[in-house]
């Protein structure tokens, strides 16, 4: 769930489904620059356990998510995307809770991965056989995967990537979807974070694809790799993440065309 984190109040919104759920626990991600201290301190009236995982940046907080989530290592397969752009991370975000595994940030850009001691602690503790970078040498370096097949010379290290953010998702969906009979595919737009992060978790916990489009534009031309996924997942259903605004009508008009029965 969103929430305006640097925000006092919960919004109305947000606050009837916190009713509806009546969670047993509440997770808070990210400082209080991120969420306030005021909606934490909101959110212990709708569960008994709230608590908070953080660290002092998008990379330290992304750690102490696989910390609290894997106590137990070594894992199976772990991801990678850049931290200084969200589309990446998005689109593999789905595959990762479908695959019980880590998703790790890293300053994409960099040579290698001195500057966050932090990640190169918890790779270490968690030892995955298999890392998935997701995303070309322009969102994941040629030096931080080098730098990891050193450090795990017995483990698989692969890249998922294409020329854009669109391409990417796409490759993420192929790789991770047998083609054809998928009950349903999520969209959302490619060109923001809020609707495909609140989404991914729905899409994870459905084990579906969650593929991004350019949400401004008419139809998905000139777009092939798109329509080429969705023709491929043969999807019985998709379900559209936001309002017109984020996906517009002639898309979506456009994406009902790939529906499969």
Known sequence: MAVPGTASKIPAVVAAELDALDP????VIGGSDAVSAGIAAQLRAYSTTVVRLS???????????????????????AFIA???A????????????????????????????????????ELKRLHPSRIVLVG??????????????????????????????????????????????????????????????????????????????????????PYDVIETELTRLGPQQIVIFGGPGAVSPGLAADLAGFVVG
Not at 87 to 96: E, H, I, K, N, Y
């Open 24 to 27: 047993g626990r509440i997770v």
């Open 82 to 84: 850049t931290g200084l």
């Open 136 to 221: 070309g040498t322009s969102a994941v370096s040629g030096g931080i995967a080098a730098e990891l097949r050193a450090m795990f010379p017995s483990s698989t290290v692969v890249r998922l990537s294409g020329p854009d953010r669109y391409a990417t998702a796409a490759a993420v969906s192929a790789h991770s979807f047998v083609a054809g009979g998928h009950p349903v595919a999520y969209v959302a737009t490619g060109l923001d974070f809020p609707d495909a992060l609140a989404g991914a978790a729905l899409a994870g916990f459905g084990e579906a694809p969650l593929l991004l489009v350019p949400g401004t534009k008419t139809d998905l031309d």
């Open 86 to 121: 969200f589309p990446d991370a998005l689109s593999v975000a789905a595959v990762a809770g479908r695959d019980d595994a880590p998703l790790l940030l890293v300053p994409g850009n960099a040579a290698n991965l001195s500057g966050v001691p932090v990640v190169e602690a």
């Open 55 to 77: 660290g002092a940046d998008r990379y330290a907080t992304a750690v102490a998510i696989s910390k609290a989530t894997y106590p137990a290592a070594p894992v199976t397969e």
